[in-house]
Structures are given as structure tokens and as C-alpha cells.
């Protein structure tokens, strides 16, 4: 066999191995779904804090994380930007839990952005991870590629399944503080 069946093969075992319900996928999933109730929970603090209203939403479904999150943050440091005020006390704590809720969101870009596999190590390939640590690969290892912006080569690390419940459980602190803030914000428009 050549180069190109040995790797063919190898993707098919990896296809195989990860093919029926596994732990992996299970937390990626969640990963996933607790992304999109932070979103959700975004959508409303920038419709919230810019005074804009419910009539709005329509405007910020489909916005970028990243466009929503700008504009959060500069309604809550910049008061002067809204169209109506509430409780300005509370933009301390909902400043706080907008900059956690970014940090999680980019851990939750790396999972969802990221090929995940059974290191090939454990199929007759290499690694150099695995190497490293004499072949080793703990039960829950996986072997995640992901090619970062602006270079032309892929980043190749190990995680664990541990690891992405650990982004589950911050997804879910992150959104009851950022509902909380925007609570003592306007308790009456938090749906």
C-alpha cells in the first residue's frame, strides 16, 4: 500500500471509532448549544443597553458575535450612546460579565472551529504529542487541529472531554450573571 491508502484507511478508522454516540460529540454538542443561548442572551443586553427596544431583534439576529459584543460593551462603558437609561449601577457588574462571557465565546470558537480525532497514534500513525509522552494517550484524549488566522500552518494540541465540560459549566456562570446584571439593569424588559 502506498502513502495515500495508509492515510485513507486511517480515516476511516477514525471515522469508525468516532461514528456512534460517544462522550466527545456529546459535549461538543453542548459546547455548542450553550454558545447559542449566550448569543441569545447577547442579542437582548445590546437591545437592552442601547435602548432600543423589542422591535429590534430583527436587526441583531444573524449579527457576529463579535459586532454584538462590541456594541454591548460600548453601550454599557458609553451611556451616552443609549437611547434611555435604567439603572446605571448595575453597567459595573454587566461590564464584568460581558468581558467573561468574550473570553468564553472564543474558547467555544476553538471547539466548534477545531478537528477533533482519536490521536493517530493509536491507529499506527504519529503524533508528536503522543511521542513525546512515550505513545501515551489518556482515556478521553483527543487529538484537535485548527488552523489559526493570519498563518499558513495548523495547530495541533491535545484536550480532553473533562476540558469542554469544564467550558459547559463557564458558559452556564457567564449567562445567569450576564441575565443577572441586565436584571438590576431593567428588571421589568429581561425576558
Not at 471515522?15 to 459546547?31: E, F, Q, T, W
Not at 460593551?73 to 449601577?89: G, I, K, L, S, Y
Not at 472564543?106 to 493509536?122: E, F, G, Q, Y
Not at 489559526?148 to 472531554?161: E, F, I, Y
Amino acid at each position: 500500500m502506498g502513502d495515500g491508502s495508509a492515510k485513507r484507511k486511517s480515516d476511516i478508522e477514525i471515522s469508525m471509532i468516532l461514528a456512534g454516540p460517544n462522550d466527545l460529540d456529546d459535549a461538543i454538542g453542548k459546547v455548542v448549544r450553550q454558545g447559542g443561548l449566550l448569543e441569545e442572551v447577547m442579542r437582548e443586553c445590546v437591545a437592552l443597553l442601547g435602548g432600543l427596544g423589542n422591535d429590534v431583534d430583527v436587526l441583531l439576529m444573524g449579527q457576529p458575535w463579535d459586532w454584538m459584543y462590541r456594541m454591548a460593551v460600548r453601550f454599557q462603558q458609553e451611556p451616552v450612546f443609549a437611547t434611555r437609561r435604567c439603572n446605571d449601577r448595575a453597567l459595573p457588574a454587566i461590564g464584568e460579565a460581558l468581558s467573561e462571557a468574550d473570553r468564553v465565546w472564543k474558547k467555544r470558537n476553538l471547539v466548534v472551529h477545531s478537528a477533533w480525532a482519536v490521536c493517530p497514534s493509536l491507529l499506527g500513525g504519529s503524533c508528536e504529542i503522543s511521542a513525546s509522552r512515550g505513545g501515551k494517550v489518556a482515556e478521553g484524549e483527543f487529538h484537535v487541529e485548527w488552523s489559526r488566522r493570519g498563518r499558513s500552518s495548523r495547530s495541533v494540541d491535545h484536550r480532553h472531554v473533562w476540558e469542554l465540560e469544564e467550558i459547559i459549566l463557564e458558559f452556564e456562570t457567564v449567562r445567569c450573571n450576564l441575565v443577572e446584571g441586565l436584571r438590576e439593569f431593567t428588571p421589568d424588559q429581561v425576558r
